[in-house]
């Protein structure tokens, strides 16, 4: 399209290093007005199978990677009055799921963090922020995590269902079965991103992927915990990450 990219390598984790290479970054490309924060790590284990060390890095990089990130781009933002701020979450941070303890907190706390940013960009005229909470997107990251469905199917021979999602082939691995695929499809990259930037464009502070993730809140808002877990473990979300082989 002739468009100039540029592109630097940085751990987002790191703040000593972000800040260096914001400076580079601005030295190079110059002002920057809008920040995505899509930088996120899973291990995929329950607390006490855990490591030390990888507990710190899912919170370094899912969250306080975002913090050292914008304080390193929004003072140029709200000097020049013109900035966006996007969060790619995820709906974990909103309804936690065993085996991923450390991706829902940092999730959890990535959403206060934005949620707060937000709400103080009130009066800033020009620099708004957008959160972006989809459902499973069908990439790498959560290889092998799989939901229960009805009727599941097998493969010939063996005893283990057949994990698929629409639109990644069977043999790609990326694929996560539900129950209600109609009301819960596993979203595809291209239409997270599409959505995304249409929401940013609009200025919207709050976008959940699919809509029908919005129905979970409500029930949060109304039910009985006993409720929620009886939900949990009808949905197969309970035991969705035993099968889990992604990508860290």
């Known amino acids: 399209m002739g468009t100039?990219?540029?592109y630097f390598v940085c751990d987002v984790g790191n703040r000593e290093e972000v800040y260096q290479m914001a400076k580079a970054v601005r030295e190079k490309v110059?002002?920057?007005?809008?920040?995505?924060?899509?930088?996120?790590?899973?291990?995929?284990?329950?607390?006490?199978d855990?490591?030390?060390?990888?507990?710190?890095?899912?919170?370094?990089?899912?969250?306080?990677?975002?913090?050292?990130?914008?304080k390193a781009f929004l003072p140029r933002m709200l000097e020049l009055q013109?900035?966006?701020?996007?969060?790619?979450?995820s709906v974990l941070a909103l309804s936690a799921i065993p085996g991923a303890i450390d991706?829902?907190?940092?999730?959890a706390s990535a959403f206060a963090f934005m949620e707060s940013l937000?709400?103080?960009?009130?009066?800033?005229?020009?620099?708004?922020?957008?959160?972006?909470?989809p459902f499973h997107t069908s990439t790498e990251m959560f290889q092998g995590m799989r939901v229960r469905s009805v009727g599941e199917a097998t493969r010939p021979g063996s005893a283990q269902p057949v994990v698929f999602t629409e639109g990644a082939p069977e043999s790609s691995g990326l694929g996560m079965r539900v129950r209600f695929p109609n009301l819960f499809p596993p979203l595809k990259p291209e239409t997270v991103a599409r959505?995304?930037?249409?929401?940013?464009?609009?200025?919207?502070?709050?976008?959940?992927?699919?809509w029908t993730m919005n129905i979970l809140i409500i029930l949060k808002s109304i039910l009985p915990?006993?409720?929620?877990?009886?939900?949990h473990r009808f949905s197969g979300t309970y035991t969705c990450m035993n099968t889990f082989k992604g990508r860290t």
């Open 4 to 6: 100039e990219c540029h």
């Open 30 to 48: 110059g002002d920057i007005t809008i920040l995505v924060n899509n930088a996120a790590v899973v291990h995929g284990k329950s607390l006490m």
């Open 50 to 70: 855990s490591d030390d060390d990888a507990l710190l890095k899912s919170q370094h990089v899912n969250t306080l990677g975002q913090f050292w990130t914008t």
């Open 82 to 89: 013109n900035g966006h701020i996007v969060c790619l979450n």
């Open 103 to 107: 991706y829902c907190t940092s999730k």
């Open 118 to 133: 937000t709400l103080g960009l009130l009066d800033c005229p020009g620099v708004g922020a957008t959160t972006v909470l």
């Open 195 to 210: 959505r995304t930037v249409e929401a940013m464009q609009q200025n919207q502070a709050l976008l959940l992927l699919p």
């Open 225 to 231: 915990q006993a409720a929620l877990e009886e939900i």
